[in-house]
């Protein structure tokens, strides 16, 4: 998955436009910036990469969230439904705005089981986010179905799925708002950055204000701006957009190697007893940052993950029991341990997770591995360290 692997001269060339004129911020200066104007440029890339109407460009994964949410008119007490299986940057946006994360049971895709998601759905319920996890996504058009039928919003969560698609659309420009992550780990790295995609006009003026302090951008007098609402700053650096400009020009060539080397992990995979992988939807393409895969039972699973480890195969991932990317290690969102009050809406709306059964999720979640995909990896690499990962899983049989 990670860009930063590539990091090189397309990168440098950028940065060197940007500390060239000295003007580190995307607004305004416009006679001191030699025509440099990388956020924008980036945006524009971005644009015709994902067949999107808008881009906002803002300083992470977990702003484009909240700018998402914020510019859907989410606020205090709307539900937002989202999957137990993501990174906690999903329910921290939610809260930001005093809104109610509702953790949702995934299934066999390992992102958001669509009969769940229609249990869970109530007349507080806004918006359904479904998390394009490890590479691969949701059951889009089942999930948008239900969306239609409740008048619901569907907000797509690619931060992790950058350069997938699903019946030939872009993710995270098939529902009404995506988000993109570019942070030092994903699959493009701007160093920290993201991006809010949507077709809707509205949608995007809304990001356009609120990640600026609410500023209107008319005019060339940043001072003399009005504030129609009230915003607050998620703005990108120039300098992290330049390091994203050098990025997505080597976009294609970060997929092939990332296919290539998915293709060899898999096939050598395929051939060990008990092995099956990870449900894409019909019509999907991954990115391919992860090979998922489960095992019969979640003993036998934890016992792989060691012969992985021991075996040397480095970024195999066990995620049941990590602290960062499942509802099982968040306490802390349980207990409510927050440094100061939640927002009364948000505290009573959160008392469900003090007992809810997710038992589904458990049952898919403590029998799946997940293999990081490296750029680094040569394809004769690659297939040694398959055929090594294949027998260490032999081993536990
Ligand atoms: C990385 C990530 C985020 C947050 O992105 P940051 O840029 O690190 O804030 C959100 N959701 C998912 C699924 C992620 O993987």
Redesign the pocket.
């Known amino acids: 998955m990670p860009g930063f692997e590539l990091f090189g001269e397309a990168e440098r060339k950028h940065v060197n436009d940007v500390l060239d004129s000295g003007v580190l911020m995307r607004y305004g200066f416009d006679g001191m910036r030699n025509g440099h104007w990388k956020a924008k440029e980036l945006e524009t890339a971005l644009q015709e990469r994902l067949a999107v109407k808008h881009v906002q460009l803002v300083s992470?994964?977990?702003?484009a969230?909240t700018v998402a949410l914020a510019s859907a008119n989410v606020g205090a007490g709307d539900e937002v439904i989202m999957p137990t299986f993501?990174?906690v940057?999903?329910f921290e946006a939610i809260l930001a705005l005093g809104a109610v994360p509702v953790l949702v049971d995934i299934d066999d895709t390992l992102t958001l089981d669509p009969e769940a998601v229609k249990k869970a759905i109530t007349p507080k319920t806004k918006v359904v986010m479904p998390?394009h996890?490890c590479g691969s996504m949701a059951d889009l058009e089942a999930l948008k179905r239900i969306c239609d039928a409740h008048d619901l919003l569907l907000l797509e969560?690619a931060?992790?799925a950058f350069g997938g698609s699903y019946k030939g659309i872009p993710l995270g420009s098939y529902g009404d708002l995506g988000c993109f992550?570019?942070?030092f780990v994903?699959t493009i790295t701007c160093g920290?950055?993201?991006a809010m995609v949507t077709h809707n006009d509205q949608y995007a003026l809304h990001a356009d204000h609120y990640s600026d302090h609410g500023h209107d951008h008319v005019g060339n007098d940043r001072g003399a701006e009005t504030h129609p609402f009230m915003g607050y700053n998620f703005r990108i650096s120039e300098l992290n957009a330049a390091v994203g400009l050098g990025q997505i020009e080597r976009l294609d060539e970060i997929l092939a190697i990332q296919k290539r080397n998915y293709t060899i992990l898999k096939e050598a995979l395929s051939e060990v007893d008990g092995v099956t992988f990870r449900r894409v939807p019909q019509g999907g393409e991954e990115n391919y940052s992860f090979l998922n895969f489960f095992l019969p039972t979640e003993e036998k699973t934890r016992r792989a993950h060691k012969a992985l480890a021991e075996a040397g195969i480095d970024g195999s991932f066990y995620w049941y029991d990590n602290n960062w990317h499942y509802y099982r290690k968040w306490q802390h969102l349980i207990e409510q341990k927050a440094l100061g009050k939640l927002p009364k809406e948000a505290a009573n709306g959160l008392q469900y997770l003090k007992t809810a059964d997710f038992s589904s999720s458990d049952n898919w979640m403590g029998r799946t591995i997940s293999c990081l995909i490296k750029l680094g990896w040569s394809e004769e690499v690659m297939k040694e360290r398959a055929a090594r990962a294949a027998d260490s899983l032999r081993s536990i049989a």
Not at 60 to 63: F, L, P, R
């Open positions: 992470s994964g977990t702003s969230l993501t990174f940057a999903s998390v996890m969560d931060c992790q992550s570019f942070d994903k920290e950055g993201g």
